[in-house]
């Protein structure tokens, strides 16, 4: 395969996602409208949906304001590494049996490596600008963001020790029969709990906690350089859903696949319905003080977390050793 054939299959796979993102945006303040009994965006073209266009090309026409005693070259580097960082995420992840960029043996693992390299532009975006709140802001989102890491990889080792793969298609082919949100209920609901922390969503949003930091690492930030950071956040929630959906839904398996419904079909209904419950969520939760998230992640998670993995190890370790003296 030329480097052309990669570029424009790496462009297939990206432009669908930055469109997600956008109207990810204008979704979310529609179901928060309804839910807070109000219209949401219906100026913008039909019901709205110009709006996520009318609000880029917004941010695309302002201008770019450095803070005069910014690092320059980091102040211009966060941003861009942590929507870079935000867009690679993706080669890994099939939305179908034929339909990965990177169909390799250890997806899971890959994800692991680029969510934790993720930290780096928070940090820099915070050191850069010279800006105690947007320093404060970074340190915050930098503890949560690690101590959920560690929960979330927990869990996903005890799916992957019941598949014995660290395949996302191998992950999906394991529950044609049964969905591991059957067995493994308990972990979707810390999966999905860890999943707010980690993208620094309400009610865990305290990086971007407006009473006290303004608006967290990227207060300095404006124009083009906000939005990379609000690209790449909304573009690691959607993630996190997709993944949602691969390892405990059924990824693109369900009854109606028998029926010739497209894989691709069902993989966006799935992911549609974990996206909802983030801004379900955003709608109905206050937001945790800070101490309450780290005691929830560290005293909560973890031990819960651990305690999955030796559960579940020693239930498929005393299995294989069953079956060898039966057999």
Known sequence: ???IQILVKFLIMLVPVLIS????????????????????????????????????????AKETVIPVNANRGLFFLAPILTLFLSCIGWAVIP??????????????????????????????????SNSKYAFLGALRSAAQ?????????????????????????????????????VPFLPLFILFFVSSLAETNRPPFDLPEAEAELVSG??????????AFFFIGEYSNMILMATLSALIFLGGWWSIVSYIGVPQIVIM????????????????????YRYD????????CFLPLSLGWVLFVSGILTGTDSLLMITF
């Open 292 to 299: 309450q998230l780290m005691r929830l992640g560290w005293k």
């Open 95 to 128: 939305f179908g049996e034929e339909m990965v960029f990177a169909d390799i043996n250890y997806q899971v693992l890959y994800i692991f490596a680029v969510s934790s390299l993720a930290v780096y532009g928070i940090v820099i975006s915070g050191w850069a």
């Open 217 to 226: 690492y990227n207060v300095e930030y404006s124009a083009m350089g906000f």
């Open 1 to 3: 395969m030329t480097t």
């Open 268 to 287: 966006g209904l799935k992911i549609s319905a974990v996206l909802f419950l983030f801004i379900w969520v955003r709608a109905a939760f206050p937001r």
């Open 145 to 181: 963001m690690i101590s959920y890491e560690v929960s979330i990889g927990l869990i996903l080792i005890s799916v992957i020790l019941s598949v014995g793969s660290l395949n996302l298609v191998q992950v999906v082919l394991n529950q044609i029969n049964t969905w591991h949100i």
């Open 21 to 60: 993102v956008a109207y990810m945006t204008l979704a979310e303040r529609k179901v928060m409208g309804y839910m807070q009994r109000r219209k949401g965006p219906n100026v913008v073209g039909v019901f709205g949906l110009l709006q996520p266009f009318a609000d880029a090309a917004k941010l695309f």
